[in-house]
């Protein structure tokens, strides 16, 4: 065996595998190389043992093996304990570490790394710290799960095959790519929900504007009439304060004044005592004789101040009536244009009334105008629904259709991309080639045209097959240049520079086709099925086509029908190939015999070109887009129909809604004019009982003056006799006389103003008393109109700096009457709009709420939306070039393989969707046999052999990609027959015994006869039996050999086991 220490060690390789009463095994140890080991030995002999050895000492789990889920089974019989230890190298430089797992009859485990006792999880956390991966079948294949690798499906081949072959971040993107997907697929139907739910809400909310902007129009008006009554009722205060504050005013002026009269009463009554005292002393002082005298005087007195009383009562009296003509001149003024007004008031309301009957039974009108309007809104409503119906039949049928199908033609026709996939994944130094070529085209002087198979397009995929089998491969791929110098320039730099394997040609520029068909397919014979020539059923620049033709001759390669393969022979010489349907033929002129022989040979797609456009499916979109449209258009026709049968029902709602205004309008006026009529007849009533009877006042006057004029009479007589008693008596009492005659002159002036002040003073207090009855009723009116304006107005007055209303107040109307003609109208105006349920309301209100916070709530899930899908994006751009990178790298080992053992091959990575990333999968395609096509790699199709020759070259084509450290392989040639079993041991060989590879084990019962041998090849034969009664009788273990061993000792002590 070689012992190369190299100071480069892979880290992960196992160096040594040491096994202790495990299975067939007492005692065994097993060093294998750092490349390839073949593990050769009879059936029984323990060779599986070893790959179940290094499986569960890599920490697996007995599940992995497909022999038993009990590890105690794992047991050598007899023995209660079995020991597992394995050494890997842990750095580049070479140093080892030391894994140890046992398990007992208990099913009680130990693990330790190095000596050290951990846990299970630390075990196994550690050994896939090297990237060892025990249950991945792209790493450890055993006998008993080689066929577990055909039931995996295509997403668990790429799962296996990745996290072997990709890094840690790689996996953790793809992982991270599938919850977001997920993620983001649940944020769709989520948003789904929610615009469903808010264009329910927003329809809901708009069918209810109209009811609602009625509730707000009579709620509008509703409190207009309360701040109307609010300022009427403190108009109402105010004018009631005002003939208060008068009433206040003129009883505080008459108490003024009889205050004053008062104050003037006093010296006169003092000035009339002190008259009388000097009148005592007078009569005193005369005679008893003048006591006669003095009687009569006293008699003349008294006579003289009747006469001026009665003077006054009649002044008094002509003036009262003078005043009451004056106050019923001004009342009968007043009175006349009341009576005036209430006429005016009657005739216009008779008028309105006449107007309104007119009508007839108006009452009965507005109800069927509301019926009327009700009805044409439900039949515009209906109508309206219809209308929805139909736009949304356009907008979620029509239309989505017209454009998925307009989407799907794109796809179809998106040819170049499609090309361009292909060339990514059939072709990695040409793809290369062209990214790098795409960023420096200005370098050269002339056209660079990119590689064939990219700047042709097949007309229908069905002729793809005939070119494919016409032009080589390499041709394909080749890109062309119309400048030798830049032919130069380009070779130096792919080739030279970046060390690409790219074919690179020259062609002419021009833009002509340069090459015609030598007979024109018509001038065929019908019967031969010929029908076109290559050239025509492609399209591509001009220099790239007259590449072709000069190269392959495309322009004389006629495509037919079966009848063609009847007609081979009969066709002009210099038709050299053609093809049928499914066959290619070539035909030869003998230079000696002149005669033609012709080969046949199958073609299949190589899966290249036939990327053409499908003019059929475009065809059969196109016709789907028609009649789409047609559908469209006769569904627009019925909208319109239906559009003019709303304008009708509409004009019909405006005719019908003008009439009912126009008669709610009379109501209101008849109504109101009633009131005005009904309130001017109250204060008409009011002036007429209050009015002053002219005549009735002369009368009186006439009454009383005659009564004055009596009693003066009645006075002037009984004046003559006293006068004459006084006159006998003048002569002997002269002087007495004079002198009580003077006294009495000088003091009858001083009695007559006090009966005058008096008689005033009586008259003010009784002027006053009334009065008070006036003044006390008008207080009240105007506190209980106070009382009544604050509680409508809050209890704040308008004189208030707090008063809320005074701006609105400022916009009405001061006067009393216009305030009520105003609330009139208003309520005349609510009467004829509808009441609006209170919940219907609280509906709306409640569901404007709800359309906001799905607006938030919408717009929130889009930015996190948005977030997941950059994220996704970022993943995506991380996993995908990488994995296609992986991919396209083992689909061309995968078929050079396959190529090389005459078979066809390919790996593809699939998909559904681009973002559907749990439907991402690797399938394994192969082709044994000509007339069959490349199918699926499955149990049910191809043989045991077949797979297993599948499965062996996939693990092959991993090798070179490999980020584990080791592969291991268990019996997989059985069932492979000879010729296919040397072929793939070949390719074994070639790939992992390079320096730099990963170990790879083996494992197999037997090996056919001269196969190829390589030095960095370890050979490791398992011996089994009764006769080995000594574990090292091959394998000393003092020997540490650095040559080629033939074997490897396995020791055991016999047992009649055949696990294997």
Known sequence: MVNSEANNHIIGTIRRVALVDFLTYDEAVFKPGKNLNIIIGPNGTGKSTIVAGIILGCGGKPSVLSRSKDITEYIKNGKTKAHIEIELVKNKNGASITFHRSFDKNGKEIFTIEGNKVTSKAYVEKIQSFNIQVDNLCMFLPQDRVQDFTKLNAQEILHNTQISVCSQEINDAFENLKIKREKQKNFAKQNANLQIQLEDNINRNEQLHG??????????????????????????????????????????????????????????????????????????????????INQTLDEIEKMSEASINLKSEYGKYKQAFKNSIARASSHQKELQDLSLLVVLLKKEYEEAKTELNVEGDYEEKIKEFDDSIVNLKDQIDAIMQKVQDLNSTIDQQIIPRINLSKRKIEIIKDTQTKQFD?????????????????????????????????????????????????????????????????????????????????????????????????????????????????IDVIEGPAPVLNFLCALYNIQNVPIGDERANEYASRLPNHIQVFFSTDQRFNAVISKFSNKKSVTCTDIQSRNLLNTGIDQNLIDRELEKIEKLKQDGELIKEKRNELGQQIKQLEGKLVEIRKQKNELQTKIARVSSRLDKVKRKEVELEKMKNSKIDIPTERQKLKDNVDKIISSIGTNNANAIKVFELYRNSVVEKALADQKLKFFNASTGNVDEQIDTLKREIARIEETIKRASYVYEDLKKRMDAKEREALELTDGVPPTSDRFKYRNKFSKLPNNIEELQDKIDEAQGRIECIRSVDPHVLAEYEERKETIEELKHQLATEQERANALEDEIQNLHQIWYPEIQKVVSSINRNFSDFFAKMGFVGEIELIRKEERDYADYGIQIRVQYRDNEKLEALNRHVQSGGERAVAIAVYTLSLQHLTMVPFRCVDEINQGMDPKNERKIFQMLVDITCQPGQSQYFFVTPKLLPDLPYHDLMTVSIVHNGKYVSDPHVFYPPENKQNNVESDESMDENEDDEDDD
């Open 422 to 534: 292909v060339l990514r994944n059939n072709f990695e130094d040409a793809y290369r080639a062209y990214e790098w070529l795409q960023t420096h085209r200005n370098r050269f002087q002339g056209t660079i045209y990119n590689p064939i198979m990219t700047e042709i397009k097949v007309k229908d995929q069905r002729f793809a097959k005939y070119l494919e089998n016409t032009v080589a491969v390499r041709d394909l791929e080749m890109f062309l240049c119309t400048n030798k110098e830049d032919m130069e320039k380009l070779m130096q730099k792919l080739r030279n520079e970046m060390n690409l394997k790219v074919n690179i040609g020259f062609t002419e520029e021009t833009d002509e086709i340069l090459y015609q068909p030598e007979i024109p397919i018509e001038d065929f014979n019908e019967n031969l099925g010929l029908y076109t020539y290559l």
């Open 211 to 292: 009811m609602i902007e009625n509730g707000r129009l009579r709620d509008r008006l509703a409190a207009n009439i309360e701040m109307l009554k609010k300022k009427k009722a403190w108009q109402e205060y105010n004018e009631c304060k005002l003939k208060y504050d008068e009433a206040d005013s003129d009883v505080k002026k008459l108490r003024e004044s009889i205050k004053k009269k008062n104050s003037s009463l006093k010296p006169l009554e003092k000035r009339q005592s002190e008259i009388a005292g000097m009148k005592n002393d007078l009569k005193n002082a005369i005679s008893k004789a003048e006591t006669k």
